[in-house]
């Protein structure tokens, strides 16, 4: 008689087991317990098993109720309880993460799919490649002796595993066999996310983000994922990792019913090309924990409705996924924790167009000491669009708001130092004084005097004067200036998203 006990509190795990361990505990959930060749029993931190006869067999039959593929070659398992749009997600994300390497599934030619994202939107079309087989419906031999027991220790390739081994070269992962029973269910733990392509080596590639969850208890985690809606496409499409880890953990706040127990943080390894393997699509590129509390992502949640992914459509009726530029570097700024307009300065270098009016929306969530400086400086700043207005009326000329606005973010964002910059700020600001500014010196003077804070300072600067708009909706009372005084044209059409990776 084989006994086994997965316990989310042993020291020999690491994060991806105890996920793993959680992912088994749900997958049991969904099971009938008569008739089945095994016993099991799920507590707070632990999953207990047993069975008669041999390893292999029962290991057979519990992944066969867990994973099943359908007609249309989507990887089901039904715990998860997915829905159309969920099955996809579910699917591209395993194949582009635990199934990437062409040994570990096959797949059939590519088939035409349409999704609605949003209602009267054009649908969106998708190429997808229906799986056929894969890892965890085969017999998984590698596992067992002749007899059909488990090894002492069991081989497991680090292409299946991103990011739990370092590099390939090293060999293969050597497991126990609990330790390769909770990483069989991993996969119905994780989140999954198709970040934005970006050059390796001259060449557009693509990239995913796997989320791993920290899960403290058993019975209160299944719980929770049990009462969890399907994804849709526009959950899966992230703009960066940042967002991926904010996006899980929110979903996972909104889940938990008690603060004690709900997912306190997160790991994501952000997978794409390495220019050091030319066959392997999906190498770990990056690795960040993530931890953050509600007030963070609310923030988060504000940014995501602000920045939203939208269906654009081409004159020839093409369609695709447009995700903003705007939302990434602020949730990158978030996960850290910095303030969310930390780096407009290279933002802004970076970004001749951005997302100008979500970002004004965004400015009214800076704290209180924030608040100071920025409402100087838009303060100081509507007085000297003033004085170029008058100016450019007595010359019978039409004011360039662009070119003014420009100016002004020029001298702010040339000093490289701390007294450079308190120079030029204080030299802005005494010269075209304002109410908000009058009674601020001493806060003022917090800001461009310490070291530690002149940087974001000039940030918080340049995002005052980048947003700055008119209690009328303008750029300046009396003049024709729109609040976005530039559209971004998207010419980037969506790469099309196929079950294949070119391994």
């Known amino acids: 008689m084989t006994q086994l006990t997965l316990s989310i509190f042993d020291p020999n795990t690491l994060l991806p087991h105890r996920a793993g361990i959680a992912g088994l505990a749900l997958a049991l959930s969904v099971l009938p317990k008569e008739n089945a060749p095994l016993v099991w029993e799920v507590t707070e931190d632990a999953v207990n098993l047993s069975w008669e006869g041999n390893d292999r067999d029962a290991v057979k039959w519990l992944l066969d109720q867990t994973y099943q593929i359908t007609a249309d070659g989507y990887l089901e398992t039904p715990?998860?309880?997915?829905?159309?749009?969920?099955?996809?997600?579910?699917?591209?994300?395993?194949?582009?993460t635990f199934l990437q390497h062409s040994k570990q599934r096959s797949l059939d030619a590519p088939v035409s799919k349409g999704f609605v994202i949003d209602e009267g939107q054009p649908e969106l079309?998708?190429?997808?490649?229906?799986?056929?087989?894969?890892?965890?419906?085969?017999?998984?031999?590698?596992?067992?002796?002749?007899?059909?027991?488990f090894k002492k220790e069991i081989s497991l390739k680090g292409h299946h595993l991103p990011g739990l081994v370092e590099c390939f070269v090293n060999g293969a992962y050597q497991e126990s066999p609990?330790?390769?029973?909770?990483?069989?269910?991993?996969?119905?733990?994780?989140?999954?996310?198709?970040?934005?392509?970006?050059?390796?080596g001259g060449k557009m590639t693509a990239r995913s983000a796997v989320v791993i969850p920290n899960v403290t208890n058993l019975t209160h985690w299944v719980r929770s994922r049990q009462s969890m809606s399907g994804r849709t496409y526009r959950d899966f499409r992230s703009s960066g990792t940042g967002e991926s880890a904010l996006h899980f953990l929110l979903q996972e706040k909104t889940l938990e019913d008690a603060q004690q127990f709900r997912v306190d943080y997160c790991e994501v390894y952000q997978l794409g090309k390495q220019v050091w393997d030319g066959n392997q699509s999906?190498?770990?590129?990056?690795?960040?924990?993530?931890?953050?509390?509600?007030?963070?992502?609310?923030?988060?949640?504000?940014?995501?409705?602000?920045?939203?992914?939208?269906?654009?459509?081409?004159?020839?009726?093409?369609?695709?996924?447009?995700?903003s530029k705007t939302l990434p570097w602020i949730c990158d700024n978030l996960i850290v924790p910095k303030p969310w307009y930390a780096g407009f300065f290279g933002f802004r270098k970076r970004n001749k167009f951005f997302e100008r009016k979500g970002l004004v929306k965004m400015a009214e969530y800076l704290n209180a000491e924030e608040q100071v400086l920025f409402d100087a400086v838009q303060g100081a700043f509507s007085n000297y669009l003033y004085g170029q207005y008058k100016q450019a009326q007595k010359?019978?000329?039409?004011?360039?708001?662009?070119q003014v606005t420009d100016k002004v973010i020029y001298r702010m964002q040339r000093p490289s130092t701390q007294q450079?910059?308190?120079?030029?700020?204080?030299?802005?600001?005494?010269?075209?004084?304002?109410?908000?500014?009058?009674?601020?010196?001493?806060?003022?003077?917090?800001?461009?005097?310490?070291?530690?804070?002149?940087?974001?300072?000039?940030?918080?600067?340049?995002?005052?004067?980048?947003?700055?708009?008119?209690?009328?909706?303008?750029?300046?009372d009396g003049t024709e200036v729109p609040i976005e005084s530039s559209t971004e044209?998207?010419?980037?059409?969506?790469?099309?998203?196929?079950?294949?990776?070119?391994?």
């Open 79 to 96: 715990a998860l309880r997915l829905d159309n749009q969920g099955h996809y997600t579910f699917t591209q994300g395993i194949l582009s």
């Open 125 to 149: 079309k998708i190429d997808v490649r229906p799986l056929l087989n894969c890892y965890y419906t085969d017999d998984m031999k590698e596992a067992f002796n002749s007899k059909g027991m």
């Open 420 to 476: 450079e910059f308190a120079t030029a700020l204080v030299d802005f600001l005494s010269r075209f004084r304002s109410k908000a500014g009058r009674a601020a010196g001493a806060q003022i003077y917090y800001w461009i005097h310490r070291e530690a804070n002149w940087r974001q300072a000039r940030d918080l600067t340049l995002l005052a004067v980048a947003t700055y708009t008119s209690k009328k909706g303008d750029a300046l």
């Open 395 to 402: 010359q019978g000329r039409p004011m360039d708001y662009g």
């Open 178 to 200: 609990e330790g390769f029973l909770a990483l069989l269910f991993l996969p119905i733990a994780c989140g999954y996310y198709k970040l934005p392509s970006q050059p390796v």
């Open 489 to 503: 044209v998207e010419s980037e059409s969506e790469d099309a998203e196929m079950f294949s990776m070119n391994v």
């Open 282 to 323: 999906y190498l770990k590129q990056a690795v960040y924990r993530v931890q953050v509390n509600d007030a963070v992502l609310e923030l988060y949640e504000i940014a995501r409705q602000l920045f939203p992914a939208q269906v654009k459509q081409t004159d020839k009726g093409e369609t695709w996924l447009a995700i």
